[in-house]
C-alpha cells in the first residue's frame, strides 16, 4: 500500500508522524512510503534522510492525499476532503473536539483510527501513544517548572552556606505524572505524590518520592487501569489534604486525568494563596479544563507572586523525540492493522474494534457516537 506522511496543516505542530528510521520496517511488509516535502523539517528530519531510506519526496500536498491509500498524520486533517475516498487515515484524531470531522470522515467513506482509542491493555503497549506523549509532557513540566522559579531544585552545600532542596508535589501519578517525578528526582528535588488509585502508591514510592496518605477509595481503578470520577466528598478531602502541603511546596505539577471528563479541580484560587511567592503551578491538565482554577490553557498566569502555566500540546516542544517515539507507535498499530498490506481479517481483534471510529461510511465506535449523539442534543 502507499502510505503517505503529509505536513501537519496545525502551524503550532511540529512533530511528524513517521521518522526516517521506521521506514525500513514499514518497506520490509511490501508498504510504499510519499513523504510530503518538507513534513519532518520542524522535528529536525530533513527530506534527504527519508529519500535515503527509500521514501519517495513530493512536493504538493494534493497529490500525496491522490496517491496515498493510507494516511498516517499526528493531528486530525483540517478538511475531510483533502482525503481520497475510499482511503484510510491513522493518526490522533481528538474525536470529542472534532464531531464534524468524524462526521465528514464517515461520509466521505474514509476508514479511521485513532490513536487515543487504543486500548491500554499489555499487547498494545508498542502501540501506546497517548502513554509516550504523557512520558515526554511529564519530563517536559519539571524542565518548565525549574526553568521558572526563581531556586535550584538539589540541594547544595557550598562556601557559601546550604542551598535547600526544592520540594515538588505531583497531583496524579499516571503516566505523565510518574515521569514528573523521576525527572524531579534526577534533579534532586523533594518529591510528594498523590494518587487515589490504589497501586500507585507503591510506584511513587519506588521512584524516591513520599506519597501522601489519605483515605484511598478501593474503587477508584476502572477494570481499564483508569481512575474513576471520585465523589464530591473525597475530592474535598483531597483538597484539604494538599492545602496541608501547600505552604511547603516549591513546584506543584498537576496532571490529574478522568477519562473522557473534565480534570478534576483540586486547587482552589482560595489554596493557590497558600504558596510562597515564586512558587510554580504547571497543569498538565489545562487542556481537560485544568487542576487549578487559575489555569487558562496556552497562558501563564500570575497572581500574589505564583505563576499558574496551563501548557497546550507540550509534547510538539520536544519535537524529536516525541516524533521517534510516535512514529514507533503508529508503526505498530498499521503493522498490526495491516499485515503484509492486507486489512487484519481477525474482527474480533480488540485492538482493531477499539481504535476503529469510521467504516464502510459509518462512525463504527460505540463510545464515539454516544458521545456525539449527546453533544448534538446539547
Ligand atoms: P490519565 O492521564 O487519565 O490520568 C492521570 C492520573 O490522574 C491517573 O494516574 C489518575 O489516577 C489520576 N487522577 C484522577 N483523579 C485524580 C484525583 N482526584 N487526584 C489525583 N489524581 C487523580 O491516566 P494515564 O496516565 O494515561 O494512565 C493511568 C493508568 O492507566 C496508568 O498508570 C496505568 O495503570 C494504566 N495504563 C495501562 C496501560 C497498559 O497496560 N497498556 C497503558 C497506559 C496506562
Known sequence: MNVGIPREQNSRETRVAIVPSVIRQLKRDGHEILVESGAGLAAHFPDEQYAAEGARILTQTAELYRESDIILGVQAPADAGLLRQGSIWIGMLAPQSNRALVSAMAERNITTYAMEYVPRITRAQNMDALSSMATVAGYKSVLLAADTIGKMF?????????????????????????????????????????????????????????????????????????????????????????????????????????????????????????????????????????????????????????????????????????????????????????????????????????????????????????????????
Request: hydrophobic share 40%; glycine share 8%.
Open 154 to 378: 538539589p540541594l547544595l552545600m557550598t562556601a557559601a552556606g546550604t542551598v535547600h532542596p526544592a520540594v515538588v508535589l505531583v497531583l496524579g501519578a499516571g503516566v505523565a505524572g510518574l515521569q514528573a517525578i523521576a525527572t524531579a528526582k534526577r534533579l534532586g528535588a523533594k518529591v510528594e505524590a498523590f494518587d487515589p488509585r490504589p497501586a500507585v502508591r507503591e510506584q511513587v514510592k519506588s521512584l524516591g518520592a513520599a506519597f501522601i496518605e489519605m483515605e484511598i477509595a478501593e474503587d477508584a481503578e476502572t477494570a481499564g487501569g483508569y481512575a474513576r470520577q471520585m465523589s464530591e466528598e473525597f475530592i474535598r478531602k483531597e483538597m484539604a489534604a494538599i492545602s496541608s502541603r501547600l505552604p511547603k511546596v516549591d513546584v506543584v505539577i498537576s496532571t490529574a486525568q478522568v477519562f473522557g471528563k473534565r480534570a478534576p479541580i483540586l486547587i482552589s484560587k482560595e489554596m493557590v494563596r497558600l504558596l510562597k511567592p515564586g512558587s510554580v503551578i504547571v497543569d498538565l491538565a489545562a487542556e481537560q479544563g485544568g487542576n487549578c482554577e487559575l489555569t487558562r490553557p496556552g497562558e501563564t498566569v500570575r497572581e500574589g507572586g505564583v505563576t499558574c502555566i496551563g501548557p497546550v500540546n507540550l509534547p510538539a516542544s520536544i519535537p524529536s523525540d516525541a516524533s521517534q517515539m510516535y512514529a514507533r507507535n503508529i508503526t505498530n498499530l498499521l503493522l498490526h492493522l495491516f499485515p503484509k498490506g492486507n486489512p487484519n481479517s481477525d474482527t474480533t481483534d480488540e485492538i482493531v474494534r477499539g481504535c476503529c471510529i469510521t467504516r464502510d461510511g459509518k462512525i463504527v465506535n460505540d463510545a464515539v457516537r454516544q458521545a456525539l449523539q449527546e453533544g448534538a442534543q446539547s
